[in-house]
């Protein structure tokens, strides 16, 4: 059996998950003594769980204010989403030759999800970046690099806590991004093109998601 996670633990699992699901969006403040009574244990484990989260960047201490969630500064989000693209590039290209037939189908059956919702004319955004992201990862996580999943896991948690694509990408962005994936998905199952290709084609499918932004928003 696996021993209970520490009040400490449980503190920083949640407040996380607040910040990257957008519950608490950037700037919002994290008052320790509101935290403790909401999750209903003592301030300690609380401050505890928001410096690891300061390790993180994902929550940021400001003087005479106290913590607030971590706010991306001008291109800063565009940087996160090169970092993202050189990863997954590599990963995408590594997890080639490893990937099985179920990992392809369930990421055939998140894109035509995508495709589905880029087509009404209502869009969650929420919903969409959830399903975007599985869909990366499902492929992604074949590449047998704990160190570089750990590292992409870390780096969309970033990106979502920053809001700025949940807000943007549905909505420039998904209808072409969905033709990408198939595309991927299409040199997956043919073997087609090296290694090098392979990368080189997954890392422009992400930086297209700047380039749209950019184009449709003056971003």
């Not at 999750?39 to 300690?44: E, F, G, Q, R, Y």
Request: glycine content about 4%; charged content about 30%; some cysteine.
């Amino acid at each position: 059996m696996h021993p209970e996670p520490s009040k400490h633990e449980l503190a920083y699992r949640e407040i996380r998950a607040r910040i990257v699901d957008g519950r608490y969006e950037p700037g919002h403040r994290l008052v320790l003594s509101t935290l403790a009574r909401e999750l209903d244990i003592s301030p300690v484990p609380v401050r505890e769980a928001i410096r690891r989260l300061e390790a993180e960047n994902l929550v940021h201490f400001e003087r005479n204010v106290g913590a607030r969630v971590a706010m991306l500064q001008d291109d800063e989000w565009e940087q996160l989403v090169e970092m993202l693209a050189l990863l997954d590039g590599f990963a995408f290209a590594v997890a080639a030759p490893r990937v099985t037939p179920e990992a392809l189908a369930e990421a055939r059956w998140l894109n035509a999800s995508l495709r589905e919702a880029a087509s009404t004319g209502q869009i969650d955004h929420e919903a969409v970046m959830l399903l975007h992201r599985r869909f990366h990862r499902v492929l992604y996580r074949c590449c047998g690099n704990r160190y570089v999943i750990e590292s992409l896991d870390r780096l969309w948690d970033r990106i979502d806590a920053s809001r700025v694509l949940t807000t943007l990408y549905p909505a420039v962005r998904l209808s072409t991004a969905v033709e990408e994936h198939d595309a991927l998905l299409d040199r997956l199952e043919q073997g087609e093109g090296d290694a090098r290709a392979l990368e080189a084609c997954a890392r422009e499918h992400n930086l297209n998601a700047i380039r749209a932004i950019r184009k449709n928003v003056g971003a």
